[in-house]
């Protein structure tokens, strides 16, 4: 495995540090992270692709991961200590056991005195998991405290190696976390700094800069009409007429000069603008036009006859309300003022929380409203029930959703332990657990598993599985389904909430074979057995629908499984799914292109995960009245992602790819759809892709529905089938 390893990653490790070196510089820590991966792959203390990828090092140790599932070979759990632990080992004995400070401080936390404030932690809930490792020692004390002194022992050994190293503790003296009902996509922390990092940009700087100065160039238009002999310049067609300036001389315009020359020092404005030009003949007269040329005369003149005309005579009423209206824009706040304000509002709330309203923090500023770009910062630390972000916009993707979903899940996995601590400190190790970013992995692996972690594994068996738990896991996983059913129709469900909703299945004593997204540039050419499940429950579900059909979904699976890299692995459907990507013109292609082929058909015959979850969940009758709204939306979304202009070739492919994924889930949900809603929904979109290269895969889905059948190259009349992965020219792309 390290070889290919090796061979998947080097390249791309290469292109995230020149991309690295482009945008942030030599010395920014993206580029160090990305060079530590590369010197890490060529000595071998980083292993691309394995579950446990830095040497010496059990898998249960939280990595960073960068962009891509690589390691950069730091353990976050490795931090330098804090000031009230510092605080802490400054008070120890001087003999006080340990190799570092870090080791002294995790000794000390398995003391009497250490465990005893953990004792204190644990009952109050005041005390904050931002790592798994983080909950390790509170394990222990609840060990030690309730009679599992032999688990507790074996925590300790497994942690003793790291201690000199990692932190094992928790920050202490939190506020206790909200319910786990209620989730919200931002904490108060991250929305000060997201707020306090609004700038204001340089243009709209310079804008607000030229309005104030409104008042001076009034007072330098005012000094030159002064020296006008007659009536004022004005335009008439084009042409000047009036009177010239530089002809009578004020008696105050050596004072009036100066002063105004004085405070338009350092104004910068185009050189050939009105106010430059009047500022240099000023700058030219000390007493008299005499270092004029008549041209820079006709110049002043020119200037004048400008600003006359569009704004009026100096003090009249028209100029006035045009200079008092310009003061009083660049009087207002700006968006980062506002937003400072905002954050100000937010500082005495914590920093790892959400907030149960906003209305407050977003108020009005001084009679100035908040403006949307700042509440909609705030509004992402809203606290509330996952449908009602889900409606208020706040949670707007699969991946928002799988992000907050994790404290739902661990009030119900917690519901299973009896004691209140331990299930409080079960909770929120399952939320921090979630936040670990997944590697990249070969041959088939899987990623590490949270009863993998040695403190989580000592409690294990401490859980008890009651009913009533069960029965809301269920309740609570259909429910979340619906949800991303309903608010994401077109997108197939990321990698990240199939684990969430793995992990509620389980809760619920269910076995749904839920498959991960696989990327095409590290697939092995086969896949898990529970692929073949997937798709054995996808044919029997599916049999007889506008689904199956479309996509000739095999009306039985053939049994049996082999083994490879010690996994069980369906040969079978991997055989079906290179043979069916032959469609995308996979005969003689290799790569990345074939190899999403290959992957696009696993989607197809899995309907990735859709059919599972219908199915175990016995959601038909919950989805049918909404089939045909989600339906039109991910079809309709599929035809507008492909009418945005692409600006690369690379982008287009994306688009193609994602559109297809989209109009595949359309095409699930219309299956729940009756005959004449089907046609129907054909006739709504037929308007919008008459003319267009995706009407062929109108035609392709209006034959299906009719009850004809697509041949072996995905055609049938003037309508094919719609993939989004091809090895050459994809027929939906222009030339």
């Given at each position: 495995m390290a070889d290919r390893g090796k061979q998947v990653g080097r390249g791309y490790a290469f292109d995230q540090l020149r991309r690295a070196l482009r945008h942030a510089g030599a010395d920014s820590a993206r580029a160090a992270r990305w060079r530590a991966v590369l010197d890490g792959m060529a000595d071998g203390t980083l292993t691309v692709g394995s579950r446990t990828p830095i040497a010496d090092t059990p898998s249960w140790v939280t990595l960073e991961v960068l962009h891509g599932g690589f390691a950069s070979g730091r353990y976050l759990a490795e931090a330098p200590l804090r000031q009230?632990?510092?605080?802490?080992?400054?008070?120890?004995?001087?003999?006080?056991?340990?190799?570092?400070?870090?080791?002294?401080?995790?000794?000390?936390?398995?003391?009497?005195?250490?465990?005893?404030?953990?004792l204190d932690a644990l009952a109050t809930g005041t005390y904050r998991v931002g790592i798994p490792e983080h909950a390790a020692l509170l394990t222990v004390a609840w060990l030690l405290a309730n009679g599992h002194s032999a688990a507790a022992l074996d925590v300790v050994a497994e942690l003793r190696p790291l201690m000199h190293r990692l932190r094992f503790t928790p920050y202490l003296d939190q506020p206790p976390s909200s319910s786990g009902s209620v989730v919200h996509v931002a904490t108060v922390g991250e929305v000060r700094t997201a707020l306090r990092a609004v700038t204001t940009p340089p243009a709209i700087a310079t804008m607000r800069a030229r309005l104030a100065e409104q008042p001076l160039y009034d007072r330098l238009v005012a000094l030159w009409c002064d020296t006008v002999d007659g009536e004022l310049p004005r335009l008439d067609g084009g042409a000047v007429v009036g009177g010239w300036p530089c002809r009578v001389w004020p008696d105050d315009w050596a004072r009036r000069r100066a002063r105004l020359l004085a405070d338009t020092e350092g104004v910068e404005r185009h050189p050939r603008g009105n106010f430059a030009r009047l500022r240099a003949a000023l700058l030219a007269c000390e007493t008299d036009s005499g270092a004029l040329s008549g041209r820079d005369v006709g110049w002043v003149r020119r200037a004048l006859a400008n600003t006359l005309t569009k704004r009026g005579a100096p003090e009249s009423a028209e100029r006035t309300a045009y200079r008092e209206q310009r003061l009083a824009v660049a009087a207002r706040p700006t968006h980062a003022a506002l937003a400072e304000v905002v954050a100000a509002r937010l500082d005495d709330l914590p920093g790892d929380e959400g907030v149960p309203l906003v209305d407050a923090f977003?108020?009005?500023?001084?009679?100035?409203?908040?403006?949307?770009?700042?509440?909609?910062?705030?509004?992402?630390?809203?606290?509330?029930?996952v449908e009602e972000l889900v409606e208020r916009g706040v949670i707007t993707s699969g991946d928002v959703l799988a992000r907050v979903l994790p404290r739902v899940t661990s009030s119900l996995l917690a519901a299973n332990i009896a004691d209140p601590a331990l299930s409080t400190l079960y909770g929120k190790t399952y939320v921090a657990f979630r936040r670990r970013r997944s590697l990249l992995l070969l041959d088939l692996e899987h990623q590490v598993r949270i009863e993998e972690l040695p403190w989580v594994a000592a409690i294990e068996p401490l859980r008890e599985h009651r009913r009533d738990a069960t029965r809301a896991a269920r309740q609570a996983l259909a429910q979340t389904t619906m949800v991303a059913f309903t608010a994401f129709p077109q997108a197939i469900l990321p990698n990240p909430l199939v684990a969430e909703l793995g992990a509620v299945a389980r809760q619920a004593g269910l076995t749904l074979p839920l498959v991960e997204e696989i990327a095409a540039d590290i697939f092995m050419g086969t896949f898990t057995a529970k692929f073949q499940s997937a798709a054995v429950v996808a044919s029997a579900t599916l049999a007889g629908t506008l689904y199956g059909a479309y996509y000739d979904l095999p009306e039985s699976w053939s049994a049996g499984t082999r083994t490879?890299?010690?996994?069980?692995?369906?040969?079978?459907?991997?055989?079906?799914?290179?043979?069916?990507?032959?469609?995308?013109?996979?005969?003689?292609?290799?790569?990345?292109?074939?190899?999403?082929?290959?992957?696009?058909q696993s989607q197809i015959l899995t309907t990735h995960n859709l059919a599972v979850l219908v199915d175990g969940l016995e959601l038909p009758d919950r989805l049918a009245p909404v089939a045909a709204r989600l339906a039109g939306q991910a079809l309709s979304w599929a035809v507008r992602r492909m009418a945005v202009p692409f600006p690369h070739r690379h982008a287009a492919l994306i688009a193609v790819k994602n559109a297809a994924y989209a109009w595949r889930q359309g095409i699930f949900f219309l299956s729940f759809c009756d005959p004449a809603t089907q046609r129907a929904t054909i006739d709504w979109l037929r308007p919008q892709l008459h003319g267009t290269r995706l009407a062929p895969a109108l035609d392709g889905l209006a034959a299906i529905v009719a009850g004809e059948r697509f041949d072996r190259h995905g055609k049938v009349h003037s309508g094919r089938r719609w993939l989004g992965w091809s090895t050459g020219k994809h027929w939906a792309l222009d030339d």
């Open positions: 009230d632990e510092q605080e802490i080992v400054a008070a120890l004995p001087a003999d006080a056991p340990g190799t570092t400070d870090r080791e002294r401080l995790n000794l000390y936390y398995l003391s009497d005195a250490g465990q005893a404030v953990l977003v108020a009005d500023v001084d009679g100035h409203q908040v403006p949307p770009t700042v509440d909609r910062k705030v509004t992402r630390a809203l606290e509330g029930s490879r890299w010690g996994q069980r692995v369906a040969h079978h459907f991997a055989t079906a799914c290179t043979e069916r990507a032959a469609e995308a013109g996979t005969a003689r292609a290799y790569g990345v292109a074939a190899s999403g082929a290959v992957l696009e």
